[in-house]
């Protein structure tokens, strides 16, 4: 009977280890939210200026800015690969939920034309939502948790608002679902390596 105690606490180590092992490493990534979410930010407010200024092809900005960020996504993320030498279930759990993100967003994005502006953008908050849900629940992060909570509100609130205001609206949603929970998530890591 101590025989199975003892394996059952050995039990919890490993799975603390498994899930502290995942939480690191989406700190490292953690950089990822932070990266995206200003990345997208600076998009949506430099493209609403430029339709308040009638400067014309403002759009250009997300054309220009989101395959520069994909690229420099897949760089980092091969290099955060190569110096993983263990891959647990919950990483496996991430990778496949913002693998389907970025699925999910892409067709998002290649119908946006059918369905316009509004429709596209209150879909994007709904996905920040989900996939920022899983990821804190994962990780029982909350502030990522709240985040979602926070984009799925202004999903909500877009509903009400015009298309150029759309642009307005997503980017609070990543202010709230991706900057702060990953600039928070950043000082959770940093703060435990100096422990």
């Not at 009638?54 to 690969?81: C, D, E, H, K, T």
């Not at 919950?90 to 999910?104: C, E, N, Q, R, T």
Request: charged letters at 10%.
């Amino acid at each position: 009977m101590e025989n199975d105690n003892f394996n059952s606490e050995q039990s919890l180590q490993v799975i603390n280890g498994m899930i502290n092992t995942a939480k690191n490493k989406l700190a490292d990534d953690g950089f990822l939210l932070i990266f995206w979410g200003w990345l997208v930010i600076i998009a949506a407010v430099s493209h609403y200026i430029t339709i308040r200024l009638n400067i014309p092809y403002g759009y250009f900005v997300w054309i220009i800015l989101m395959p520069l960020g994909g690229i420099f996504s897949a760089i980092y993320g091969s290099r955060q690969n190569k110096k993983q030498k263990v891959k647990t279930y919950i990483d496996s759990y991430l990778s496949y939920l913002w693998i389907a993100f970025g699925i999910a967003l892409a067709i998002s994005l290649g119908f946006m034309y059918y369905h316009g502006i509004k429709a596209t953008y209150f879909f994007l908050m709904i996905l920040y939502g989900i996939a920022t849900f899983v990821s804190g629940g994962l990780l029982n992060f909350k502030p990522l948790v709240i985040g979602s909570i926070a984009s799925f509100a202004c999903a909500g609130i877009s509903v009400f608002l015009g298309e150029l205001d759309q642009l307005l609206i997503i980017a609070v949603a990543l202010l709230f679902s991706y900057v702060i929970p990953g600039h928070l998530l950043r000082n959770k890591f940093k703060s435990q390596q100096h422990v």
